[in-house]
């Protein structure tokens, strides 16, 4: 059975209307329809497979494959301890799909003997680097052997997260993208990025939101705040994402690696708050000593959550502590001043004050013109450090930011 024909007959087992699956998962109806005659099966399926996975309760591998997570974790062929570890261990693609970096490095299998390396340990890889594997039509890659039992166990660990926490953690992504897209669409609107890096940032989002997902610990948190209420604590997040991971996009020292650094900062620097009142918060004055407690204790806390993702994203918990310091050292938990900000932390606290005038605006004003004398207030706000390096660049690249769309 092909992808169309899984995503047809699911579709009518959960007796769902062709037009009614379109509207609740965001596409128009000539693309479902595409797709089930499995036409255009690329990037705009690729980008829907949580919330379409979501409406036709089953996993994304049973959408892909037609086999269940069950079936594919007895796919998997074991090592028992007597034998020999071999060279190279065989690991079916699709696997590689639910990481965005690995522990070890990947390889294919030119011949018997040849194997060449397609992946470096910790390098961040995108969903459509593993695609293009099998549209050449390898079905496999290899890991060195010594690798193979931990690369397993990590995998089982994944698959065995269970499928309702994982349903109810998508259901609220799903909804705060909603109700945000309309302000992240006026924002890239009035930004001067190109398409394809538009494409990029959301790109790098999506792996991050994934990456958070599949963490129990985050995922736990996530699930305590009620984010139809509270809003703002994801809503800004998203925004943080856009404006930091734009901004570095027009910079020298842009990589994909250092946006997902900074989205996934994003996402978490505020993530222990349970209500708007403390994450709108930019310093500690007049605090009762309860909230003092919560708000001059979240970038650590932050910080902390943020080391379980080591493995893949490393340091973004330096950025995470820094989040509330401010140029000028009257900011909190360090009171560290301009010169001792590293880079990309002085990047993430620009970006937020960015966010917060966002905020102050109407959203049914914001336009090209908004956004400019937001980076000109911006602008003035940071003129006195611009002879540090690394200031005047970013003041820079927010000049592009703006400058590009006029
Ligand atoms: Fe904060
Ligand atoms: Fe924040």
């Not at 610990?217 to 856009?242: D, R, T, W």
Request: hydrophobic residues 35%.
């Amino acid at each position: 059975m092909t992808i169309g024909n899984r995503i047809l007959t699911l579709r009518k087992k959960n007796g769902l209307k062709r037009t009614e699956l379109a509207r609740i998962i965001d596409v128009p109806v000539p693309t479902l329809r595409d797709w089930e005659k499995n036409l255009s099966l690329g990037k705009s399926l690729l980008d829907k497979l949580i919330p379409l996975s979501q409406e036709l309760n089953v996993s994304i591998s049973e959408i892909l494959t037609g086999k269940s997570d069950d079936d594919l974790s007895t796919d998997l062929a074991f090592i028992s301890p007597d034998t020999p570890t071999p060279e190279y261990c065989k690991i079916r693609l699709l696997h590689f799909l639910r990481f965005n970096s690995l522990d070890c490095n990947l390889y294919v299998k030119l011949s018997n003997k040849k194997y060449v390396k397609i992946i470096n340990k910790y390098d961040l890889y995108t969903t459509d680097d593993i695609l293009k594997f099998e549209k050449k039509g390898i079905n496999d890659f290899y890991v060195k052997g010594n690798d193979y039992i931990p690369f397993v166990e990590n995998l089982i660990n994944i698959i065995n997260l269970k499928v309702s926490d994982r349903k109810n953690a998508t259901k609220q992504h799903a909804s705060i993208f909603m109700t945000t897209s309309e302000l992240i669409n006026q924002l890239i609107h009035s930004i001067g990025i190109t398409e394809q890096t538009k494409k990029t940032i959301e790109h790098v989002i999506y792996n991050t939101v994934n990456a958070i997902e599949q963490n129990p610990k985050v995922a736990n948190i996530l699930s305590k705040i009620n984010i139809g209420k509270e809003p703002y604590i994801y809503e800004h997040s998203l925004l943080q994402s856009y404006i930091s991971s734009s901004l570095i996009s027009i910079m020298n020292y842009s990589s994909e690696s250092i946006m997902h650094k900074l989205c996934l900062a994003s996402f978490l620097h505020d993530i222990t708050f349970k209500n708007t009142k403390h994450a709108k918060l930019n310093n500690l004055d007049g605090l009762s000593w309860q909230d003092l407690k919560i708000v001059s204790n979240h970038p650590a806390k932050a910080a902390q959550l943020a080391t379980t993702f080591n493995n893949f994203f490393m340091d973004v918990d330096k950025i995470i502590i820094d989040h509330h310091e401010t140029f000028e050292g009257d900011g909190f938990p360090r009171g560290i001043g301009a010169n001792q900000i590293p880079p990309l932390s002085g990047l993430f606290i620009i970006c937020h004050d960015i966010v917060d005038l966002i905020y102050d605006t109407e959203k049914e004003k914001f336009s090209s013109n908004e956004f400019s004398k937001i980076i000109n207030s911006i602008k003035n706000k940071y003129s006195a450090f611009t002879d540090i390096k690394h200031v005047m660049e970013i003041m820079a690249g927010l000049d592009k930011l703006v400058g590009l769309k006029s």
